[in-house]
């Protein structure tokens, strides 16, 4: 049965030339299943292929958009760049410096650059006085947390006012008549400023001292936590006590750091030179004033 419909397999297979014309070559006569049609061989490199050019011109007229739209943006801000550069040139011919308030960073208020405007070996010193006028900003704010604590249990407002005015003249006081000198003295070598610095920053110890202390001189002395009146509460309530004797630790530190400050602000002071300046300077001051 198997002779009668299988195809003999030992028998010689017809050879075909695979290089040969697609439509020449014969079907093989031992295949039960018919030759497919040929094809031409151009993968479709011949065919032509539809596009819709209404897309590619609205998208090309938007590129052409929106690059102009950058254009006008970026000559306006070169617009800008060069007028703040007139300024600053301006300016500078005049004699007037620009300072960009840039601390703190969340709010700028002030211009304060240690790193790039005052000199290396004194950045050091500059920023351990911008550590001690943040403590003051610490001992006045910690200060009214005190007597406010006392004001609740029965210590009177009046000493919480006087809390108050402490922080509210005591914060920009100190930036503006002892911080900003010593700043300005070692970046511009002003004599002056550093002779403004020592006066006002003397002021600022002597109050720090007595704040530490703070004696019964004013309502009792009650509206500065120092060392009188914690011993003072304790003995009536013992938080608000703990709250001034926090208080009078802070005064101390703020003393101590402030007077080793000053001392080396000095030896700096005399071995530059600018004594002898601050004083040629006052002298020409009092001639002017005289005449």
């Known amino acids: 049965m198997a002779n009668r419909y299988d195809p003999n397999p030992f028998a010689e297979e017809e050879e075909v030339n695979p290089f040969a014309n697609p439509g020449s070559i014969p079907p093989a006569s031992n295949s039960r299943l018919s030759p497919l049609p040929p094809e031409p061989v151009g993968f479709g490199y011949g065919r032509t292929v539809d596009i819709p050019l209404d897309n590619d011109r609205s998208g090309t007229q938007n590129l052409k958009k929106k690059e102009k739209e950058l254009q006008a943006k970026e000559a306006e801000l070169r617009r800008r760049e060069q007028d703040v550069k007139r300024r600053e040139d301006a300016a500078a ?9 840039n601390w703190p960073p969340f709010f700028p208020l002030i211009h304060h650059d240690i790193a790039n405007e005052i000199p290396v070996h004194l950045q050091r010193l500059q ?3 911008f550590a001690t006028y943040l403590g003051l900003v610490l001992c006045l704010f910690w200060n009214i947390i005190a007597v406010t604590t006392a004001w609740i249990k029965g210590e009177g407002v009046t000493i919480w ?35 403004w610095f020592f006066l006002f920053y003397m002021l600022h110890i002597l109050f720090s001292v007595f704040a530490a202390v703070a004696p019964p001189v004013v309502f009792k002395g009650k509206s500065l936590a120092g060392i009188l009146p914690a011993v003072d509460v304790l003995s009536g309530n013992t938080l608000v006590g703990i709250f001034y004797f926090i208080g009078f630790a802070f005064f101390c530190l703020e003393s101590v750091v402030s007077i080793w400050v000053i001392q080396q602000v000095y030896m700096y002071f005399r071995g530059s030179g600018k004594q002898d300046e601050l004083r040629r300077e006052a002298a020409r001051g009092a001639l ?4």
Not at 93 to 101: T, Y
């Open 127 to 129: 920023y351990v006085t």
């Open 288 to 291: 002017r004033a005289a005449v």
């Open 161 to 195: 006012l006087l809390a108050v005015i402490y922080f509210i003249a005591g914060v920009p006081g100190g930036y503006v008549l002892w911080y900003r000198p010593l700043y300005r003295a070692f970046r511009t070598d002003s004599a002056l400023s550093f002779g």
């Open 93 to 101: 011919r005049a004699g007037v410096n620009i300072e960009v308030k």
